[in-house]
């Protein structure tokens, strides 16, 4: 045996077709690798791309996205059935995420989407070695598409008073402004780009290279604020009327140290990781007076502001003002740039109104104690429809529950006015004092209804920054005739002195009479306040509706 085994490693026969099986074997392991990897390399760059395709048609339109994405397979040579997974989710675009983690399925609101596509890839050579005829092809894309807007509620002034509008911006700033009718309607008529503001700030206060969101978390003074409004006012129109008065209105304010928080007023939405100075895509404009006024509000906070009213209002005698701007919700701010589901709010507000009616006989002079608190308003941004490929057809719809007034006619604790955790007290008030007799009256009203309306803007109206105003469903043409036919009047006889027949009928004459004028300078209050009665402000400052693009 162990010679057979010596001649048989001696021998030499047959090595060519040891050899020969032996390389055939690494040229069919070549062949696998030369023509299957090859193929595999070509198919999968063709489900690839047909995902890719899928997917970004599908952002395009998220609602038909399973529909659109097994179309778009079918046109590129793949069946339908190779659409295995399609999710719809929210993709943030944040640098300081992995990757993998700016996508979030299932998250609303949905402004991406997620397509797997799944293939099957014959195998020629390679079935020999992989003992299957087939390799399988699994690839994923990630599109994402902007739909973002930019809107506001509330600074509702509809209407001049040049005196009405000094004394009440005057008193939230905490100076005194002496600015005409004139003045305030240029103030009105211009416009301003918000982040053109916020750089000009950042470089006021030295907070350059930071970014927005971070500029949005200081607390910086009011005059640094309304001078960086004027610095942008200043370099887009030079030497304007507006200019002047928003001048007038920064040197009144000079020698102020009160503060605003700016993420009170502004919500940077997508753009807040952007670094100051930097322009968005699309820039966001808003009105002059609105930004003014709204920074006067915020800054105020819990302030209270009072001021005698120098009105001609026909039958008022005189009319003193005691008002209270409370703090948005926390958290939330008067205009926001984001995406569906983003929402402001206006700020509580509190307003008494001592007024004094001029009457006839025993009731000449007539004492009515107005107090009305309306709470805060909310809007919601609940859709945006962009047009493709025409963009004048885009619309924006707000979700708008205006705040719920309550109004009195009671003698109110003043002191309690900038308490917003609970509501000031209410007792019957002294309207008539005549000497031994007194009419007192109280009175109740107030608008309800919670529900959101849906408002629509067309793309015309965002151009315009069209203002709409929401009423709830049961506000009467006019609170003040409301609250008055609930007005309970009791005389009271002190010692022995007697009634004083027909004062309570002279009383509520006098009051009916002077209904209109209460009405105006009830709602002009308010109006300057950036408030209504039941009702809401609301537009639309910009749009922002690019198409589809691969994140993932």
């Given at each position: 045996?162990?010679?057979?085994?010596?001649?048989?490693?001696?021998?030499?026969?047959?090595?060519?077709?040891?050899?020969?099986?032996?390389?055939?074997?690494?040229?069919?392991?070549?062949?696998?690798?030369?023509?299957?990897?090859?193929?595999?390399?070509?198919?999968?760059?063709?489900?690839?791309?047909?995902?890719?395709?899928?997917?970004?048609?599908?952002?395009?339109?998220?609602?038909?996205?399973?529909?659109?994405?097994?179309?778009?397979?079918?046109?590129?040579?793949?069946?339908?059935?190779?659409?295995?997974?399609?999710?719809?989710?929210?993709?943030?675009?944040?640098?300081?995420?992995?990757?993998?983690?700016?996508?979030?399925?299932?998250?609303?609101?949905?402004?991406?989407?997620?397509?797997?596509?799944?293939?099957?890839?014959?195998?020629?050579?390679?079935?020999?070695?992989?003992?299957?005829?087939?390799?399988?092809?699994?690839?994923?894309?990630?599109?994402?598409?902007?739909?973002?807007?930019?809107?506001?509620?509330?600074?509702?002034?509809?209407?001049?008073?040049?005196?009405?509008?000094n004394q009440l911006l005057g008193g939230l700033?905490?100076?005194?402004?002496?600015?005409?009718?004139?003045?305030?309607?240029?103030?009105?008529?211009?416009?301003?780009?918000?982040?053109?503001?916020?750089?000009?700030?950042?470089?006021?206060?030295?907070?350059?290279?930071?970014?927005?969101?971070?500029?949005?978390?200081?607390?910086?003074?009011?005059?640094?604020?309304?001078?960086?409004?004027?610095?942008?006012?200043r370099e887009a129109t030079g030497l304007s009327?507006?200019?002047?008065?928003?001048?007038?209105?920064?040197?009144?304010?000079?020698?102020?140290?009160?503060?605003?928080?700016?993420?009170?007023?502004?919500?940077?939405?997508?753009?807040?990781?952007?670094?100051?100075?930097?322009?968005?895509?699309?820039?966001?404009?808003?009105?002059?007076?609105?930004?003014?006024?709204?920074?006067?509000?915020?800054?105020?906070?819990?302030?209270?502001?009072?001021?005698?009213?120098?009105?001609?209002?026909?039958?008022?005698?005189?009319?003193?003002?005691?008002?209270?701007?409370?703090?948005?919700?926390?958290?939330?701010?008067?205009?926001?740039?984001?995406?569906?589901?983003?929402?402001?709010?206006?700020?509580?507000?509190?307003?008494?109104?001592?007024?004094?009616?001029?009457?006839?006989?025993?009731?000449?002079?007539?004492?009515?104690?107005?107090?009305?608190?309306?709470?805060?308003?909310?809007?919601?941004?609940?859709?945006?429809?962009?047009?493709?490929?025409?963009?004048?057809?885009?619309?924006?719809?707000?979700?708008?529950?205006?705040?719920?007034?309550?109004?009195?006619?009671?003698?109110?604790?003043?002191?309690?006015?900038?308490?917003?955790?609970?509501?000031?007290?209410?007792?019957?008030?002294?309207?008539?004092?005549?000497?031994?007799?007194?009419?007192?009256?109280?009175?109740?009203?107030?608008?309800?209804?919670?529900?959101?309306?849906?408002?629509?803007?067309?793309?015309?109206?965002?151009?315009?920054?069209?203002?709409?105003?929401?009423?709830?469903?049961?506000?009467?043409?006019?609170?003040?005739?409301?609250?008055?036919?609930?007005?309970?009047?009791?005389?009271?006889?002190?010692?022995?002195?007697?009634?004083?027949?027909?004062?309570?009928?002279?009383?509520?004459?006098?009051?009916?009479?002077?209904?209109?004028?209460?009405?105006?300078?009830?709602?002009?209050?308010?109006?300057?306040?950036?408030?209504?009665?039941?009702?809401?402000?609301?537009?639309?400052?910009?749009?922002?509706?690019?198409?589809?693009?691969?994140?993932?």
């Open positions: 045996m162990g010679n057979l085994l010596r001649r048989f490693i001696r021998d030499r026969g047959g090595n060519i077709a040891i050899m020969s099986a032996a390389g055939m074997l690494l040229m069919v392991g070549c062949a696998a690798l030369g023509v299957d990897l090859g193929t595999i390399y070509v198919d999968r760059r063709h489900a690839q791309s047909a995902a890719d395709l899928a997917a970004l048609v599908a952002a395009s339109d998220i609602a038909r996205a399973e529909a659109a994405a097994a179309a778009t397979l079918e046109k590129n040579r793949l069946p339908a059935a190779a659409l295995v997974g399609i999710e719809r989710g929210s993709y943030r675009a944040d640098p300081a995420l992995p990757p993998a983690q700016r996508f979030t399925a299932a998250a609303l609101p949905a402004n991406a989407v997620r397509v797997t596509v799944e293939t099957q890839t014959p195998l020629f050579f390679g079935r020999v070695l992989a003992g299957t005829d087939h390799f399988t092809i699994r690839t994923r894309a990630t599109a994402g598409a902007t739909e973002l807007a930019s809107f506001a509620i509330g600074s509702r002034l509809v209407r001049l008073d040049g005196g009405l509008l700033l905490g100076t005194t402004l002496t600015l005409s009718a004139m003045d305030y309607q240029a103030l009105l008529d211009a416009k301003i780009d918000l982040f053109d503001v916020l750089s000009a700030l950042a470089t006021k206060i030295d907070l350059t290279g930071v970014s927005y969101d971070r500029l949005l978390l200081s607390n910086v003074k009011v005059v640094d604020a309304l001078d960086a409004m004027l610095t942008v006012q009327t507006a200019t002047a008065a928003l001048a007038a209105i920064v040197q009144a304010a000079s020698g102020l140290t009160t503060e605003v928080a700016l993420g009170s007023l502004i919500d940077a939405g997508p753009y807040g990781g952007l670094t100051a100075g930097t322009k968005p895509k699309v820039g966001v404009g808003v009105g002059l007076y609105d930004l003014v006024a709204a920074t006067a509000s915020a800054a105020n906070g819990a302030h209270q502001i009072e001021a005698g009213l120098d009105l001609a209002l026909p039958g008022i005698a005189s009319a003193r003002l005691v008002a209270a701007v409370g703090e948005r919700p926390q958290g939330t701010s008067w205009l926001t740039v984001g995406a569906v589901g983003a929402s402001v709010h206006t700020a509580q507000t509190r307003v008494f109104l001592d007024v004094r009616l001029v009457g006839t006989g025993q009731a000449s002079l007539i004492n009515l104690p107005l107090y009305v608190e309306v709470a805060a308003g909310t809007a919601t941004l609940d859709a945006i429809a962009c047009g493709r490929p025409d963009v004048a057809t885009s619309t924006v719809t707000l979700g708008v529950t205006p705040g719920v007034a309550d109004a009195w006619v009671a003698a109110v604790d003043e002191a309690l006015m900038t308490n917003f955790t609970r509501k000031p007290t209410g007792g019957d008030a002294t309207l008539v004092d005549a000497g031994l007799v007194k009419l007192m009256g109280r009175a109740h009203a107030e608008i309800g209804n919670m529900t959101p309306r849906a408002v629509e803007f067309s793309h015309a109206e965002i151009l315009e920054r069209t203002r709409k105003t929401v009423t709830t469903a049961d506000f009467t043409s006019s609170l003040v005739a409301s609250l008055l036919g609930k007005l309970t009047l009791t005389p009271v006889v002190i010692g022995l002195g007697l009634p004083i027949p027909g004062l309570a009928g002279t009383v509520a004459g006098v009051l009916a009479t002077a209904t209109p004028a209460l009405d105006d300078l009830l709602g002009g209050v308010l109006a300057t306040l950036g408030v209504g009665l039941g009702q809401a402000d609301v537009w639309v400052t910009g749009l922002r509706c690019d198409g589809a693009v691969l994140v993932n």
